[in-house]
């Protein structure tokens, strides 16, 4: 459930992106013979950037933005081979950061930021070489805390400190005892 700018309530459901208006509820739902409708009914996460954009992720129609002028939306798909495309169409939580950066946090396939000046998304991803990278490439919530510090939860693989200049992760994981 989100609330927008406007007062709008946002309802992710199983069947379909519900929006509340305080009387009656708009149900946006995926029409697979028009491309400008919802990827996919299943919505895992909504959020909303500085730009006022209405971001919405899938599970399994990738991430979408919602454009309230045309009542559209423009869809984000992995693209196999095409590394500038989202990393899985599972995306499982979203966040917006102070600098007004979208990132979007996927099931199967790490972490994605949108560049928006490319209209792309650079992916994070745990490489098992490398004790820096992401711990795991499933990425349940992100946050950053209030000395700029990025958070990434993970299920499986601990929680991970974000340095944002170098691009590095330190870990943080469990250890009994």
Same mark, same amino acid.
């Given at each position: !459930?989100?609330?927008?700018? =406007? ?8 069947? #379909? $992106? %519900? /929006?509340? +208006? ?24 909504? !959020?909303?950037?500085?730009? =006022? ?8 129609? #990738? $991430? %979408? /933005?919602? +454009? ?110």
């Amino acid at each position: !459930i989100y609330q927008d700018h =406007k007062g709008f309530l946002w309802i992710g459901t199983m069947d #379909g $992106l %519900n /929006r509340y +208006d305080g009387y009656g509820f708009t149900v946006f739902r995926h029409d697979p013979r028009d491309s400008t409708t919802i990827s996919e009914n299943y919505v895992w996460s909504i !959020i909303e950037d500085h730009e =006022k954009n209405l971001w919405i992720g899938t599970n399994g129609g #990738g $991430l %979408n /933005r919602f +454009d309230r002028k045309t009542q559209k939306f423009k869809s984000y798909l992995n693209v196999a081979g095409d590394a500038r495309s989202i990393s899985d169409n599972r995306v499982w939580t979203l966040y917006v950061d102070r600098a007004g950066v979208l990132w979007a946090g996927t099931r199967y396939a790490g972490l994605c930021k949108y560049d928006r000046a490319s209209d792309s998304f650079i992916t994070y991803k745990n490489n098992p070489q490398d004790t820096a990278s992401l711990s795991h490439n499933y990425v349940m919530t992100i946050f950053e805390d209030s000395k700029n510090n990025f958070w990434i939860g993970t299920n499986g693989g601990g929680l991970n400190k974000m340095d944002r200049t170098t691009e590095k992760f330190t870990r943080y994981r469990y250890k009994p005892g």
